[in-house]
């Protein structure tokens, strides 16, 4: 009931290509469901988020696809970037419940040039 | 934006001796903050909800004698790592929330501890 199922698990795209990231749950009791990029040797930044009340967010390059029917969530990089490179979590939280962020597992971006 | 800092990023102790990491909301208040941990080319692992002002709640298999987190004010959380060894090496993470319902977690920057 807790898990983020995240795919795949590695991802490599070329410069100006789309990149997709995916992930189900299975709480239907999640209600906040957020993409972070990790670079090494640091924090994860909050890159987009969305709510199940609406099935899509853009915010520059980044847009975010969600099926509520399906459980499934997923992050689309437009024109993607050598600089995009990183890690990619998807995660998922019951706000109005314990609040805690379960994460995916983690996708690896390589956007070669 | 929100800004959570951590400190110190990196630390390299002898096995047996105590870590401390700092954790503050540098411009808002936090009532609840998190710790995590992070093996290399994984995903970040829930350790503990630290509220401020009450005893942290640990999540199963972490061992809260080992992992002390302290919460004493609103923009301050501490997590030591007594008596360490070379097992708790790894990449804690802490993260914070001014107001979870519109503007989510903010993660500090990390701390690599290396026991040795």
């Known amino acids: 009931q807790q898990q983020v199922k995240q795919s795949p698990q590695s991802l490599i795209v070329q410069k100006g290509g789309i990149s997709i990231i995916n992930c189900a749950y299975e709480?239907?009791?999640?209600?906040?469901f957020p993409w972070y990029q990790q670079f090494p040797g640091k924090g994860p930044a909050l890159l987009i988020a969305?709510?199940?009340?609406?099935s899509e967010k853009k915010e520059g390059r980044f847009t975010i696809s969600f099926n509520k029917s399906a459980k499934q969530f997923s992050l689309h990089i437009m024109d993607s970037q050598p600089g995009d490179s990183a890690t990619y979590f998807c995660?998922?939280?019951?706000?109005?419940?314990?609040?805690?962020?379960?994460f995916g597992k983690g996708t690896k971006l390589t956007v070669n040039p | 934006g929100a800004v959570v800092s951590q400190h110190p990023s990196w630390v390299i102790c002898k096995s047996g001796t105590s870590v401390k990491i700092e954790c503050r909301s540098l411009?808002?208040?936090?009532?609840?903050m998190f710790w995590y941990r992070q093996f290399p080319k994984q995903s970040l692992m829930l350790m503990a909800t630290?509220?401020?002002?009450?005893?942290?709640?640990?999540e199963q298999g972490v061992e809260k004698d080992k992992f002390l987190i302290n919460h004493a004010s609103l923009t301050l959380s501490t997590l030591t790592v007594t008596s360490a060894h070379p097992e708790d090496s790894s990449f804690y993470i802490c993260?914070?929330?001014?107001?979870?319902?519109?503007?989510?977690?903010?993660f500090g920057s990390g701390t690599r501890l290396t026991v040795v």
């Open positions: 969305i709510r199940p009340d609406v």
């Open positions: 630290s509220n401020e002002g009450s005893k942290a709640t640990y």
């Open positions: 995660a998922a939280s019951n706000q109005g419940g314990s609040e805690k962020l379960v």
């Open positions: 709480n239907t009791a999640f209600d906040y």
């Open positions: 411009d808002f208040q936090a009532t609840t």
């Open positions: 993260s914070a929330s001014e107001d979870r319902a519109s503007k989510g977690y903010t």
